[in-house]
């Protein structure tokens, strides 16, 4: 049974930092995309970073494009999200998600989140003074 765990949210400045994990379950790394996704309140949820292990490829979205990193560490079935220089657009739930259909390129599956096939229960950024 594959499961997605986030954790690292929390009410950071503007300017500031977070990380957040996604700690994964019942599947290995190199056998998904993994991607980070965000929805704001009255807003469409959003791709915002994804990795393919297999093959290294990354995707960001413009918004977060120099500000934030995703990386994994495979021994520990994890995936993280560097977040730095955080604005107050950024405030969201921020979910992780697995998708299998590996012949969709990084950027797609990150941009069309309905190709994803497993989702944590998001965990909530705000960046706010």
């Known amino acids: 049974q594959v499961q997605l765990v986030e954790s690292g949210g929390g009410l950071v400045q503007p300017g500031g930092s977070l990380r957040l994990s996604c700690a994964t379950s019942?599947?290995?790394?190199?056998?998904?995309?993994i991607g980070w996704f965000r929805q704001a309140p009255g807003k469409e949820r959003e791709g915002v970073s994804c990795?393919?292990?297999?093959?290294?490829?990354?995707y960001y979205s413009d918004s977060v494009k120099g500000r934030f990193t995703i990386s994994r560490d495979n021994a520990k079935n994890t995936v993280y999200l560097q977040m730095n220089s955080l604005k107050p657009e950024d405030t969201a739930v921020y979910y992780c998600?697995?998708?299998?259909?590996?012949?969709?390129?990084?950027?797609?599956?990150?941009?069309?989140?309905?190709?994803?096939?497993?989702w944590g229960k998001g965990t909530l950024v705000t960046a706010s003074s």
């Open positions: 998600a697995a998708g299998r259909k590996l012949y969709y390129t990084t950027s797609y599956s990150c941009r069309s989140y309905g190709v994803m096939d497993y």
């Open positions: 019942g599947l290995t790394l190199d056998s998904y995309v």
């Open positions: 990795i393919k292990p297999s093959v290294d490829h990354t």
